[in-house]
Every structure is written in structure tokens, then in C-alpha cells.
């Protein structure tokens, strides 16, 4: 009986460019398959991994994490539709060009954290790096998915939606684990620069070895040596890239803060940097704060910004005080200016910028040591939350001080809301003040006067005003050097009250002020300048920042 040839134009119609001969494996197709699948979760974990550090890091250092999240992912998702079709010319050498798809994608995804930063760092803009990055990475990735399929038919042939289904099972919950892992357990342990290049070293791993050796009797001897030579030097870059990421990090900060960094630690919450003071190598540099990049405050500064934003809400009754944010205890300082305060509490999101407050020296001395007062009790965790269950119920309050980060940092936009001002009001005795830094009115004023908005809309009545900062340095890449000059900035607060009227912008200060009754006049005269009619307010379900 001579057998039909249908099976056979059946098969060569399915997969045309499949080998006739079946793979041979050094273990049984089942296993064979298991590890295919195995490598498809860790595949997919380094490449979620890759996503997330790229948001990350963009948002760290750009700001708007809705903006940045956005561009990474748009452009990876249709760039991983790219690589799709890409890869289908190369089925036809499917174990060959997954294994270096995978060498070239550990390669590239294990050192775009440091090379997102150090495009940042040294060259100022990095929205061209981040965009590349993100291309070149969703087609590796997208490359992925038909040359897997491809071997995982080879090794035991099924149904195609059997295979389908198969692949993208473990793909996704490949991505669940890298997801898991990131923020958990990357991110806090190693940072985001020895994280990446840690995950390329263990997506090079995988697919070198699942080729190498579940497919590598299929392999040419030329092919062999080609993916060990690729795999080892992609391993050799990314283990000294960990080896000197101690040092590059210490270039990058002295190329943003200045030789005189004298503190530079990453909190649960942020990373903190502290310049000039005691002990800097700048000897006579003054002492200045820095939270995720951004300068907090620099030299006399420190005086006019928390005495502009403190003392025309200590106009009145002020014997209870919350303070939201000022874990650096400046604003604290200012507070406990007054004999009339009776406690305060200092309702912090960063516990590790608290500790710094207290134990360091440059910077417990300009804060005058107040968060060791008797008088002053500290909360930390998630403000919102916090104010919204009452734990820092120590009022009604006098005074609410709201000395958090500006209002177009995505993580803060929630904490200038309507819904939070109401928290605040709330919060409030009757007649009590709430001062707010709401930003800069002269180069963000749509975000100051929404800010505005929102207080009126809590039902409060506001008054502006905002108050220029002296020349100082600043550093933060090629173009803002230790030794740049910048403007004068200029910070705008909000004094709101639970009032039929606007608060009224007198301070009644026991000592000497940088902030006269003259400046407070200009200061409400500028804020007045750079309105924006028709401002309105943001919400949780409608963030306007």
C-alpha cells in the first residue's frame, strides 16, 4: 500500500519554512516543550522589567509620569507589531535568530538605564534616547513571539490555537512575575541601574542556553560559535557595566550637584541629596536640598521661601498647627517661631528625609533643631491617606501648612486636588488658615492658578501672592552646572481660610523678616500680573495638572 502524499502538503502548507526532519533534543518532547515554555516566562519578564525601568527612570527624571508612561508604551507596543513582521523572514533559522534576538535585546535593555541617565546627565535632553530605547526594544521583543512559535512547533507539533495558547500563558504571567519584581524587589535592592543590567545578564542566560543546548544538534558549527561569542560578550559588557555602576554614579551626581555632594541617599520615597554645609568639599558652599533632582532649597533661600510660605498663615489663633510635607523641619522652624503654638504636627510622606532632618548636622542646624521640640509630633505615610482616616488627629487646627512637592509632579497631583483641600477644610477650626505652595506662577502659571481653583472650589477663600527667590546655582546637567547662574525663582503660596472673606496677608512675626509688608505687597502685585482667567479646578477623576 503506498502511503497518500496529502500529510505530507499538508505539513509544507502549514510550515513552509520548518526543516521535514524533526528537531532533535537531548531530552523527550515534553520536557522539550516545558522548557521552551520556561524560557517564554523568563523572556517575558526581563522584557516587562525593561518597561518599567525606561517609565521609571524617564518619569524621575523628567517629570509627568502619565506623559512619560504613555510614550514608552505606545511606542514599544507598536514597535513590537514591527518586529513581528520582522522576524517572519527569519523562521526559516528560528533557533539561530531567537538566540541572538535575545543577545541583542539583553544587550540594549540591560544598559538603557545608564544610558537614559547619562544622556540626562551629560547632555541635558534625553526624550530622543527614551523614544530610541523604547523603539528598539518593542521590536526585539516583538521578535520574539514567531520565532517561539516556530520552535515550540518544532519540538512537538499541536494545533495552532493549542501553541497560541500555550505561548501567551506563560507570556503573560511571565510578565505578572517581572512586574511583581520590579518594584518589589529590583528596584529597592539593587536600584534601577544594576537592576536592568542584572535582568539582561539573566535574559541573555536564557535564551543563549535554551538554544545552545535544547537546539544546539540542530545547529551549524558556524552557528554554535556565533551565539556563544554574542552571548559571552554581551555577559562580559553587562558584568562590568555592574561593576562600575558605583563609580558612574558617583560621576553622574558630581555632574549634576557639584563637587560638594556630602549626602546622597535613596529613601523608600525619593532619593535625597545634600550639598555644601559641614563637612562639603566646597568648604564655605551653602547648605542645599535636593529631592529626586529638583533643588528644595539653596542658601538663603531656605529663609525666604518657608518664612514667605509659614508666617502670613501665623496671622491669628495658632495654638494647633499641622504641618503636610517639611521633612527637611524648615517650615517646623518657622512655626515654632511663635510662643503661642502649643503642638504641631508634622504629617510627613518620607520618614527617611525625617531621620536626615534630625541626625545631620548641616542640616539640623539651619532647621534649628526643630524636630527634637517637645511640642512637635511626627506622622509619616501616604498624606492623603492619612488626613482623609484622621491619623493625624491631634485638631482641629489652627494652621495647616502645606509644604509638599509642586503640583506637576504626577505623585503629588492628588495632594492638590479638590478633594484634598476639602480633607484640609475639614480639618480646620473655624477662622483656621491654610498656607499652600502652589509652584511657580511665572513659568507654570495655568498649574498656580488651578491650584487656586481647587481651594475655592473646597469652599475656602484664597488669597495670592508670590515671592522671588535670590540668584543662586544649580545644578542638574552640561547646561545647568555647579557653577551656572540661574534667575531668581519665584514660588507661589496661597493663603486660604475658612472665611466669608480673603484672609487678610499681614504677618505678625516675633523676629525680622525677609518678607516685609512692602514684599508682601509686590508679592501679591506679581501673582496678580500672571493670572490665567478661567483656571479650573482639578479632581482625582479630572487631574488638571
Not at 521640640?373 to 501616604?382: Q, S
Request: hydrophobic letters at 45%; glycine letters at 12%; one cysteine or more.
Amino acid at each position: 500500500m503506498i502511503d497518500s502524499p496529502e500529510p505530507r502538503l499538508l505539513s509544507r502548507a502549514v510550515a513552509p519554512d520548518e526543516p521535514e526532519t524533526p528537531v532533535r533534543l537531548p531530552v523527550p518532547a515534553g520536557l522539550g516543550r516545558l522548557l521552551v515554555l520556561a524560557a517564554v516566562f523568563v523572556c517575558a519578564a526581563c522584557g516587562l522589567v525593561y518597561e518599567l525601568e525606561l517609565v521609571a527612570l524617564a518619569s524621575y527624571l523628567f517629570g509627568d509620569s502619565v506623559t512619560q508612561a504613555s510614550v514608552v508604551l505606545s511606542v514599544m507596543v507598536s514597535a513590537m507589531g514591527a518586529g513581528s513582521l520582522l522576524a517572519k523572514r527569519l523562521r526559516c533559522r528560528a533557533a539561530v535568530a531567537f538566540g541572538l534576538v535575545e543577545a541583542v535585546l539583553a544587550l540594549v535593555g540591560g544598559c538603557s538605564a545608564i544610558a537614559l541617565y547619562a544622556s540626562f546627565v551629560w547632555f541635558g535632553g534625553s526624550h530622543a534616547v527614551l523614544v530610541g530605547f523604547s523603539l528598539v526594544i518593542g521590536v526585539l521583543i516583538g521578535a520574539e513571539v514567531p520565532l517561539l512559535m516556530t520552535l515550540i512547533q518544532r519540538v512537538r507539533r499541536q494545533d495552532a490555537g493549542g501553541a497560541v495558547a500555550d505561548l501567551f500563558a506563560a507570556d503573560y504571567i511571565g510578565a505578572l512575575a517581572g512586574g511583581l519584581a520590579f518594584p518589589f524587589l529590583l528596584l529597592p535592592v539593587l536600584g534601577q541601574l544594576s537592576g536592568a543590567l542584572l535582568t539582561g545578564a539573566v535574559n541573555a542566560l536564557a535564551g543563549g542556553a535554551l538554544v545552545l543546548w535544547l537546539f544546539g544538534r540542530d545547529l551549524t558549527a558556524r552557528g554554535r560559535w556565533v551565539l556563544i561569542t554574542a552571548n559571552g560578550a554581551v555577559l562580559a559588557v553587562l558584568a562590568a557595566g555592574t561593576f562600575l555602576v558605583p563609580s558612574f554614579e558617583r560621576a553622574a551626581r558630581q555632574a549634576v550637584y557639584g563637587e560638594d555632594v556630602r549626602v546622597a541617599i535613596r529613601t523608600d520615597y525619593q532619593e535625597v541629596v545634600l550639598t555644601g554645609g559641614p563637612g562639603g568639599a566646597g568648604g564655605g558652599a551653602p547648605l542645599s536640598l535636593f529631592l529626586d533632582g529638583r533643588l528644595r532649597f539653596s542658601g538663603r533661600d531656605a529663609c525666604r521661601y518657608h518664612e514667605a510660605l509659614v508666617h502670613p498663615a501665623m496671622a491669628g489663633p495658632r495654638a494647633r498647627v499641622l504641618v503636610l510635607g517639611g521633612g527637611d523641619g524648615l517650615a517646623l522652624r518657622e512655626v515654632l517661631r511663635y510662643p503661642g503654638v502649643r503642638s504641631v504636627t508634622v504629617l510627613a510622606p518620607d520618614p527617611g528625609l525625617l531621620r536626615l532632618g534630625r541626625s545631620d548636622p548641616g542640616l539640623s542646624r539651619l532647621n534649628g533643631r526643630s524636630l527634637a521640640d517637645p511640642r512637635v509630633t511626627t506622622v509619616t505615610g501616604d498624606v492623603f491617606g492619612r488626613l482623609r482616616t484622621g491619623a493625624a488627629a491631634a485638631g482641629p487646627y489652627d494652621v495647616i501648612v502645606s509644604d509638599l512637592p509642586d503640583p506637576g509632579i504626577t505623585a503629588s497631583t492628588k495632594l492638590y486636588s479638590q478633594e484634598f483641600y476639602g480633607l484640609a477644610e475639614r480639618a480646620l477650626a473655624p477662622g483656621g488658615r491654610l498656607a499652600v505652595h502652589a509652584g511657580a506662577p511665572d513659568t507654570h502659571p495655568r498649574s498656580y492658578w488651578t491650584v487656586d481653583a481647587s481651594l475655592r472650589a473646597a469652599g475656602l477663600r484664597t488669597s495670592p501672592y508670590a515671592v522671588g527667590g535670590r540668584r543662586s546655582a544649580y545644578a542638574a546637567g552640561p547646561d545647568r552646572s555647579a557653577a551656572a547662574e540661574h534667575p531668581p525663582r519665584t514660588w507661589g503660596f496661597l493663603l486660604a481660610a475658612r472665611a466669608p472673606e480673603r484672609p487678610r496677608l499681614a504677618p505678625d512675626a516675633p523676629v525680622p523678616l525677609t518678607l516685609t509688608p512692602g514684599t508682601l505687597r509686590s508679592a501679591v502685585r506679581t501673582a496678580e500680573e500672571l493670572r490665567v482667567p478661567g483656571a479650573r479646578a482639578s479632581t482625582l477623576t479630572h487631574p488638571r495638572h
